[in-house]
């Protein structure tokens, strides 16, 4: 019926314009036209409202979090999707009811079906246009500043996110999807539109600013990384060898930063401003080669020896005029090289004690060591390594840790016969003080020897007894801490306590050979001044001599007629013991050197290919490979160092020869290391700072200050050579300075700063501050650790509820 109906009307409807005339029935057309296109036009204006008020709810929405806004997102392209649909199946049953019309029409009405299809085409057109105009309307509207506040603060959470989704408890699928699919799109879309408009432009520059800053800041992280001397090979050693042997490495390196600078300064303002602007060499009687040693001055052995030329150099303390200025530049060469020597001890105590305080504050409370293999196991490799070098390195790195720890487990679990142990570690003390005081006999012996060889002539001895001092402390320094070695396994300590022992121990043996050896110079010394006290009676006859028994007052030098080689001279005690120093640091050089190519690679050699023709097996047998001597090594560097500290003053070539000896120890010893030694048989970890060693090094620093300081302010200077010549005291220089290139109200204000009334309360009220600081440090750091044991008993229940929460 509803189909007959349909039909019924639809016939009368063309029968009635078939009746009507042409031109009425055209303006009907047009009219009906017109309304159909104002009804699109009102439907499409309701459109592009609908759509500006879902985006507006949607940026308004935006701050809900990202799973919010992909979901509405996703329903949004749903609804759209389906609105499509439903546009293509209205067309598609216009399409489909006006084709059964034209079939029913028949073949006579093609011409009102062209038009049609044209018509249809023309909207489809138009509503495309107004689409994209609506889109790019809403696109170039202006956001609120509530809007573009959220906005901001959105974009710096998906940053923020960014920056620690590596941290987060998640599976690295859902890492992935989060950073590729959510924060990074996120940020990359909203950044730039934040861009646009009036006053974000510079918000968008403010962006890209920020993004190159922080570019530049993690390329230069990676420069500084990579500008760190030997950093790599230091990696590679902790990674075979553990952080033990890493930590004598570390050490070196640091030394050698401190002696760059001591060389920078005694360099650049003692040895080029004298070469350059001083008088030149045999100018001065002290600037010239004696005639008696001209002959063998330039000879091999002479020169190293360090005499010679050598001595009559800027490489000591006696070549340098006691002339107040020199140069154009009114240099003040006394008042630089008082300086100098003072500043650079000056210098080192900062450096040390700085050091010291920024380790113990890396130190912190303690390590966790709960769930120690675990955190090991699940949590040691690297998954940003991409180099198989790199890979070998942390492999071995891995395994050195698990061996450590190991070691420390074993150690924490161990029982012991208590009576047993502190019998054998009692006989151990007395066997090391037994070898403690024997050394230092044996060098008490060599120095009043070569005292003996002194006074009765150097030049009827042999080589050995020129050198026998330096030759039998580095035989000492050699022999004696493997002494120690053997006896500390009578102790049975942890690894770590029983290197600490172990470097006490070459500590004590060290010291006393050094103090030994600074008793004997100044019993040198003194012979030394007996003995200028005689060249000065004879240098006054000697030129009574030559001016037929009277002497003109202020004579200033020799006569014309004299050459400067002929002219008598004191012994210059400066000069001696800085030769003495220079010839003990390099003795000791060669001797580390001779020990590394045949205690470790010639043994290394002898060990791998004769293990095959041995009667026993020579790997695991006697002698084997050796292992790094850590004690012996670090205080090898520490005590010459301290040579270094008392010698300076007197030699200023010191530092440049200790910067040499340190950089080639560096390679050769890395070298030695990775080539000809064995880890250790029980690899222990290192305490995370170097504490130990900086202790030792302050103490060390100390104890060499104090023969320097003594020499400065108690013992005379020479009289004809070095930058302090005739004055009474070394120090006086200071106050000439102050005396004639400072106001005079200065100069008392400096006096009664350095009375000692002053000075006593100044260093009591020193020395109560730090034991107050110290008091305070250590209550803090209890209750640190008090700290740390009631979150870790609140933290036990908690387990598994943060394992189910993250998991």
Request: charged share 25%; proline share 4%; hydrophobic share 40%.
């Amino acid at each position: 019926f509803v189909s007959y109906h349909d039909n019924k009307n639809g016939n009368e409807s063309k029968e009635k314009k078939v009746a009507s005339p042409n031109g009425r029935g055209h303006a009907r057309g047009r009219v009906g036209q017109e309304g159909e296109e104002d009804e699109d036009e009102e439907e499409e204006t309701a459109a592009q409202r609908r759509r500006k008020h879902r985006r507006r709810q949607g940026r308004l929405g935006g701050n809900e979090g990202s799973e919010s806004k992909g979901e509405l997102g996703k329903t949004r392209k749903n609804k759209a999707n389906q609105r499509s649909k439903q546009e293509d199946s209205k067309d598609g049953e216009d399409d489909d009811d006006d084709d059964n019309d034209r079939d029913m029409k028949g073949k006579g009405k093609q011409g009102d079906k062209k038009g049609k299809k044209e018509k249809a085409n023309k909207k489809k057109k138009d509503k495309k246009k107004k689409g994209s105009s609506s889109d790019s309307d809403s696109d170039e509207e202006p956001i609120t500043e509530e809007e573009m506040a959220k906005l901001k603060e959105e974009v710096e959470e998906k940053k923020k996110l960014i920056a620690t989704l590596r941290n987060k408890p998640w599976q690295m699928t859902k890492k992935l999807q989060v950073l590729k699919y959510e924060a990074q799109l996120f940020v990359e879309k909203f950044e730039g539109a934040l861009g646009k408009g009036k006053g974000k432009k510079f918000y968008a520059y403010k962006v890209m600013m920020m993004k190159k800053w922080m570019k530049f800041q993690r390329d230069f992280e990676n420069f500084r990384t990579a500008c760190i001397p030997w950093e790599m090979k230091i990696k590679e050693i902790e990674s075979h060898f553990g952080s033990s042997v890493a930590s004598y490495f570390i050490f070196l390196r640091w030394m050698y930063g401190i002696n760059m600078i001591m060389f920078g300064l005694s360099f650049g303002l003692i040895m080029v401003p004298e070469a350059l602007m001083g008088k030149p060499h045999g100018s001065l009687p002290r600037k010239t080669v004696p005639r008696a040693e001209e002959a063998s001055a330039m000879n091999f052995a002479t020169l190293w020896d360090f005499s010679g030329f050598a001595q009559y150099s800027v490489l000591f303390y006696g070549y340098y005029n006691n002339q107040r200025t020199i140069g154009w530049l009114k240099f003040r060469m006394p008042l630089s090289y008082f300086l100098v020597g003072v500043g650079t001890i000056a210098y080192s105590f900062m450096v040390v004690i700085r050091t010291m305080a920024r380790n113990a504050n890396e130190e912190g409370g303690g390590d966790d060591t709960s769930f120690n293999f675990s955190w090991k196991m699940f949590t040691s490799w690297d998954f940003l390594i991409g180099n198989p070098e790199t890979a070998d390195n942390k492999f071995a790195s891995i395994t050195t840790s698990f061996k450590e720890a190991i070691v420390e487990e074993q150690e924490s679990r161990r029982d012991e016969n208590i009576h047993l142990t502190r019998f054998l570690r009692v006989l151990a003390n007395f066997f090391a003080l037994c070898t403690l005081a024997g050394s230092g006999y044996l060098i008490y012996f060599v120095v009043r020897r070569s005292q003996k060889f002194a006074l009765e002539g150097m030049e009827n001895y042999g080589w050995w007894e020129r050198n026998e001092v330096n030759m039998v402390m580095s035989l000492l320094g050699m022999f004696c801490p493997t002494v120690f070695d053997v006896i500390s396994a009578l102790e049975n300590y942890h690894p770590r306590i029983a290197l600490r022992w172990q470097l006490g121990r070459i500590f004590a043996l060290f010291l006393g050979n050094l103090y030994t050896f600074i008793i004997a110079l100044m019993d040198e010394i003194n012979l030394k001044l007996e003995e200028e006290k005689i060249v000065k009676q004879n240098m006054t006859i000697w030129l009574a001599g030559l001016y037929n028994g009277t002497i003109p007052e202020n004579i200033t030098g020799p006569p014309p007629e004299v050459e400067l080689a002929d002219v008598p001279r004191g012994p210059c005690w400066e000069t001696m013991v800085g030769q003495e120093f220079v010839r003990l640091t390099v003795s000791d050089t060669v001797t580390t050197y001779i020990t590394i190519l045949i205690g470790d690679f010639l043994r290394a050699v002898f060990v791998r290919f004769f293990n095959y023709c041995w009667c026993w097996d020579l790997e695991y047998g006697f002698p084997s490979y050796s292992e790094f001597d850590i004690s012996g090594n670090v205080l090898g560097l520490i005590f010459n160092q301290g040579m270094i500290w008392m010698g300076a003053f007197y030699a200023p070539c010191l530092p440049a020869i200790n910067v040499l000896r340190l950089h080639t120890s560096m390679y050769l010893q890395c070298w030695a290391v990775m080539c000809c030694n064995v880890p250790h048989a029980r690899v222990f970890k290192a305490s995370r700072s170097n504490n130990f060693y900086m202790a030792m090094l302050l103490f060390i620093l100390f104890l060499s200050t104090l023969p320097v300081v003594y020499t400065i302010v108690s013992i005379p200077p020479s009289f004809d050579c070095g930058p302090f010549s005739g004055k009474t005291r070394m120090f006086e220089v200071i106050g000439e300075t102050l005396e004639l290139d400072f106001p005079s109200w200065f100069a008392k204000v400096f006096g009664y700063a350095s009375n000692p009334g002053v000075i006593l309360p100044f260093i009591l009220l020193m020395v109560l501050s730090i034991y107050y600081l110290n008091a305070v440090s250590k209550s803090y750091k209890e209750a640190n650790l008090e700290l740390a044991k009631k979150l870790q008993s609140v933290r036990m229940p908690q387990r598994v509820l943060i394992f189910f929460v993250f998991y």
